[in-house]
C-alpha cells in the first residue's frame, strides 16, 4: 500500500497549505475591494470540498469504465473548447476567451482536456499493445493534440498548450517512443515556438522579460521583479504567515498564479522545500505506480498525469524564480482555481484507485480486516486488470479440471490458479526388481523415453 499512502499523503499536504495560503494571499486584496477578507478563502474550501467529493467518485471507478468512455469524453471536450470561442457564451478574463459561465462559477474547458487526452491516449496505446511503431505511436495522438492546441490557441490560452504538450509528452514516453520521435518533437516544438511568437507580439514581451525583467520594470517585468522581491524578503524562515507585504495588491495574480512567491515571503526557503519535496514524493508515487501495476493502459495513464502534473508545478515554480518565461499555469492542488481544483483532486483519486489495483495491494486489502467507513471509502478493486469488454472463458486443455476454471486463462495476477499438470504415470518400485535392468511380468509397463534407465525423466 506504500504507493497509495504517498499519494495520499503528498497531494492532502499541498491540499492543505495551498488552502492556508489562499486564504492568506487573498484576503487584502478582498478587503480593498469591499468584500469580505474571508470570501476568496471560504471559496476556495467548497471547491476543495467538492473535489474531495470528485476524488471519493474517481476512487470507485472501474478501469475499464474509464476506458470504454474515454473516446466520447474526448468528443464532449472538443465540443466544449468550440463553444467557448463563441461570443455569448464563453466568457473573456484577462484577454483571453477561455471559461463558460456557469452561474455560480466558471468552467474552464481547458483543464478538462487536458485529464481527457491523458485518458483517451492511454487507452487507445494500450490497445495497440506494448511493440508499436512510430506510425501506430503517433497517429491518432498527434493529430488530436494537434487539433485541440489549435482550439486552445485561439482562446488564446499558451499555458493550456504546454501543459497538454506534457500530457502528450509523458504518454510517448511510457509508450516507449524512440530518439528520432523526440528529435522530430524538438525540432517542431522549437518551430511552433516561433510561430506563435511571431503570431503575438506579447508572447516576444514574455521571452525578453525571462531574459531581462529589469529592462521594463513597470510593464513587463513588473510581476517577476515583484516575485523576486517576495522571495528575498522571505529569506530563510519567511516573515510569518499572514505577514506578506506583496499581497497588499503589489503582487498582480499574487493567490493564483504566484503564490509560490507568496509562500516563499512568508514561510521562507524552508516553506518553498517543503512543498517542492512533496511534489517530488507525488512524482515518485506515480511512477511506481506504472512500474509496478499490470495493467498496460494503467502504467501509462499514470506516467501521463504524473508528468503532466508535477511538469505544471516545475513550470509555475520555474517561472516564479526566474529559470523559464512566464506562461500563466497554476501550481496544482495550491493555486486558487475552482475548475483546476476540482479536476486536480478528480486526478489524484485516479491516481489512487491505480495505486489500489496493484498486485500487491489488492492481496494484501483481501488479507486485511477494515471498517465498514474504510471498506466504503477505498473499496478493493476487483481485478488488477480491468478488461474494455467482458470476456467469455476458454474450454478447459483436457486436464481433467472443469471447463472455465484451469483451462481458462486467468482473469488476472491475483486471482490466477495453479496450473494443473497431467497425471504421470507412477515409476514401479526399484525394490522388486530381480536386476537393474529387468522387472516381474505384473509390473512391466510399456517403455517410453522418458522411463528408460540413464535419462532423465
Not at 170 to 188: D, E, F
Request: proline residues 8%.
Amino acid at each position: 500500500m506504500t504507493s497509495c499512502h504517498l499519494v495520499i499523503g503528498a497531494a492532502g499536504l499541498l491540499l492543505a497549505i495551498g488552502l492556508v495560503m489562499v486564504f492568506s494571499a487573498s484576503a487584502i486584496e478582498a478587503a480593498l475591494n469591499d468584500e469580505p477578507a474571508w470570501q476568496p478563502g471560504l471559496d476556495q474550501l467548497v471547491f476543495a470540498a467538492l473535489g474531495l467529493v470528485a476524488l471519493g467518485v474517481a476512487v470507485r471507478l472501474p478501469v475499464g469504465l474509464v476506458r470504454r468512455w474515454s473516446p466520447v469524453a474526448l468528443v464532449v471536450v472538443t465540443v466544449l473548447l468550440v463553444a467557448v470561442l463563441v461570443p455569448g457564451i464563453g466568457t473573456e478574463y484577462n484577454g483571453s476567451r477561455a471559461w463558460i459561465s456557469l452561474g455560480f462559477t466558471d468552467f474552464q474547458p481547458s483543464e478538462l482536456s487536458k485529464l481527457v487526452v491523458a485518458l483517451w491516449g492511454a487507452h487507445v496505446l494500450a490497445l495497440r499493445g506494448r511493440s508499436l511503431t512510430v506510425r501506430t505511436l503517433l497517429v491518432p495522438l498527434v493529430p488530436v493534440f494537434l487539433l485541440l492546441s489549435v482550439l486552445l490557441i485561439r482562446e488564446p490560452d499558451f499555458g493550456a498548450v504546454v501543459s497538454l504538450l506534457l500530457v502528450v509528452v509523458g504518454l510517448l514516453w511510457a509508450g516507449g517512443a524512440p530518439w528520432r520521435v523526440w528529435a522530430i518533437a524538438l525540432a517542431s516544438a522549437a518551430t511552433a515556438v516561433v510561430l506563435l511568437v511571431q503570431a503575438a507580439p506579447y508572447r516576444l514581451e514574455r521571452i525578453t522579460a525571462f531574459l531581462d525583467p529589469f529592462a521594463d520594470p513597470t510593464d513587463t517585468g513588473f510581476q517577476a521583479i515583484r516575485g523576486f522581491y517576495a522571495l528575498a524578503t522571505g529569506g530563510l524562515w519567511g516573515v510569518g504567515l499572514g505577514n506578506s507585504a506583496m499581497k497588499w495588491n503589489l503582487l498582480p495574480e499574487a493567490e493564483s498564479d504566484y503564490i509560490f512567491a507568496i509562500i516563499g515571503e512568508e514561510l521562507g526557503f524552508l516553506g518553498c522545500l517543503v512543498v517542492v519535496t512533496l511534489y517530488a514524493v507525488l512524482a515518485y508515487a506515480g511512477f511506481r505506480i506504472a512500474r509496478r501495476t499490470a495493467d498496460r493502459f494503467v502504467q501509462l495513464a499514470s506516467v501521463a498525469i504524473t508528468v503532466w502534473l508535477v511538469g505544471q508545478a516545475a513550470m509555475n515554480m520555474g517561472y516564479v524564480v526566474g529559470l523559464l518565461p512566464v506562461t500563466g499555469v497554476t501550481l496544482p492542488l495550491v493555486s486558487a482555481g475552482g475548475t483546476s481544483l476540482v479536476l486536480t483532486l478528480f486526478i489524484v483519486g485516479i491516481l489512487i484507485r491505480f495505486a489500489r489495483s496493484e498486485p500487491e495491494a489488492i492481496e494484501h486489502a483481501r488479507r486485511t480486516e477494515r471498517g465498514r467507513l474504510a471498506r466504503w471509502l477505498l473499496p478493493v478493486p476487483e481485478h488488477a486488470v480491468d478488461p474494455v469488454r467482458p470476456r467469455r472463458p476458454r474450454p478447459g486443455r483436457g486436464d481433467g479440471a472443469p471447463a472455465g476454471r484451469a483451462g481458462a486463462l486467468p482473469r488476472h495476477p491475483v486471482d490466477a490458479h495453479p496450473v494443473r499438470r497431467p497425471a504421470e504415470v507412477p515409476r514401479p518400485d526399484r525394490r522388486t526388481t530381480a536386476s537393474p535392468g529387468r522387472r516381474p511380468e505384473r509390473d512391466r509397463v510399456p517403455a517410453r523415453p522418458a522411463d528408460r534407465p540413464g535419462r532423465s525423466r
